[in-house]
């Protein structure tokens, strides 16, 4: 749905960006990792126009950004950043109305639509709503800035690092409601960020930048098992790639059939997770348990083991 | 935000900075509205059984003329120098930056007396070569704060507000002109505060203002006048300041930068 055709961009004799080609998917999570000075922000900025392109060009359902006014694409665009941006003279209600406001949303839409926003971030509206962000944690500005980025209902949704200033703590629930929410809304998301943990347990695809260019686009697992460059292999880890191979795979994916007396695992638990677990009890296997609590099967070490490397 | 509670403003009121700004405001109405009763404190200043208050105007009269002076002075500075202000920090002005900073640095270092001397034989005596002595005296202070302000507006909100889709224009009225008020609010009462005092400058070419108190005072060699037109700038420059000090919080009350 959004298509980047040999983008480039040039500040004088530097290619910050080098003939970058790619299509991001309708309702998927694209990650673009690399590290800093690689040209993924720049990258980003270019598709809302943030950043006007040297050549190349950008189409959004096919139609190419550049055919109306930028600040009228970026009101269609949803932008989240790492230091959230948040207005600091508007209250939380008002920071996530910005967008609603200048596309002349009444007010009772508005209204109805932050509500409904704060509650999804689990945000109390009779708490949060008229508070400043001065007032708020780092974790409920971040929060607040991506519900003012999704506060009009975007078909996309532009972050650049937006967890980086978070404690590790706070920044995996961040990731986990991020899930949420593109489950919730189908919204296509475009994320970069420099954590190649962050890319994998996000992305739907992820594409390695290096110097202005994209090295790979791919399935986090085929970036895995089939790096295409040394670059990617290094970035993407070697010494605990079989690791991260697991951590793609959810027990439900995994589960086979037959009856465990180990524990019980959910089934949204990740094999790392389960093998760690099994690891830590010191058993062979572990039963998968869904959500409502019925028996999906087991997971055997040899079954994990069948999942850590190259198919 | 919401005001304090009441209790705590009445607690505002018994601060001793605060009785001292009630002290000042009375007093200074006091002096305005019935000048003959503070006579035998000036008194054992004259010589020679003078008048020990000024009896050649009424000064409630005067003091008002005094500050419309100033604040029509301050107006038109602060419209000039904030429409520069915000012109130089566009992309396309500024390159105009330094040449606006020299012209208005000149207006700071040339003395208002000599702008009175200048503007005398081209504008005639009376009102307008002091306030446009006042109004080049008073744009440096509101303009390089317009400057600075606009200058250090935190970047990640600009970037905030421009990648949400504001156009130039949206962006500078709705988000960098209130991020940048308490300081613009700055320049306004620095540059008021000064005027007050260099307004009775004025009165040397024939402007309404205290100045002629000071100026009867040294021309008769009475110094209760000079000390009451002295007294009576300062007091105002002093009530001015704080007056505006209050504006500019309840102004800004929420304009937070982190």
Known sequence: ???????????????????????????????????????????????????????????????????????????????????????????????????????????????????????????????????????????????????????????????????????????????????????????????????????????????????????????????????????????????DRAMKLLSLTSAAEAAEPGESDGPEVPGSASLREVLSELVWRGVNSASVVAADGTRKGRITVQGILSHGHPA | MPGPAAPLRVATFLRPAAILRVAAAGLLAAFLLRPQSFAPLFAPLTQYGAAPIYDQGNLLTLALAHVVTVCCAAAASAIIAIGLGILVTRPGGREFLPLSRTLVNIGQTFPPVAVLALAVPLVGFGELPTLIALFVYGLLPIFENTVVALQTCPPAVLEAASGMGMSARQRLLAVELPLAMPLILEGIRLSLVINVGTATLGSTVAAKGLGEVIIAGLLSNNTAFILQGGLLTGLMAVLLYDALAVLERRVCANVRIE
């Open chain 1, 1 to 239: 749905m959004i298509t980047l055709e040999k983008l480039t961009k040039r500040y004088g004799e530097a290619t910050v960006v080098n003939e970058v080609s790619l299509t991001v998917e309708r309702n998927s999570i694209t990650v673009i990792v690399g590290t800093s000075g690689s040209g993924k922000s720049t990258l980003l900025r270019m598709i809302n126009r943030l950043v006007e392109p040297t050549s190349g060009r950008v189409l959004i359902g096919g139609s190419d950004t550049t055919r109306e006014p930028a600040h009228l694409l970026r009101r269609r665009i949803g932008y989240a950043i790492q230091s959230h941006g948040l207005f600091p003279h508007r209250t939380v209600a008002e920071n996530i109305a910005v967008v609603p406001r200048l596309l002349g949303w009444d007010v009772a839409r508005t209204q109805a639509r932050v509500r409904e926003l704060l509650g999804i971030f689990q945000l109390d509206p009779a708490t949060f709503a008229d508070k400043f962000p001065h007032q708020l944690s780092g974790g409920q500005q971040q929060r607040v800035g991506v519900a003012r980025a999704l506060a009009a209902e975007p078909e996309v949704l532009l972050m650049d690092e937006p967890f980086g200033a978070l404690d590790p703590i706070i920044r995996t629930k961040a990731q986990d409601d991020l899930l949420d929410i593109q489950h919730h809304f189908g919204t296509t998301i475009v994320l970069v960020t420099h954590d190649i943990d962050e890319a994998f347990r996000l992305g739907d695809r992820v594409a390695v930048m290096s110097e202005g260019r994209v090295l790979q686009y791919g399935r986090p697992a085929e970036l895995l098992t089939q790096p295409s460059d040394p670059l990617v292999a290094r970035m993407t880890g070697v010494a």
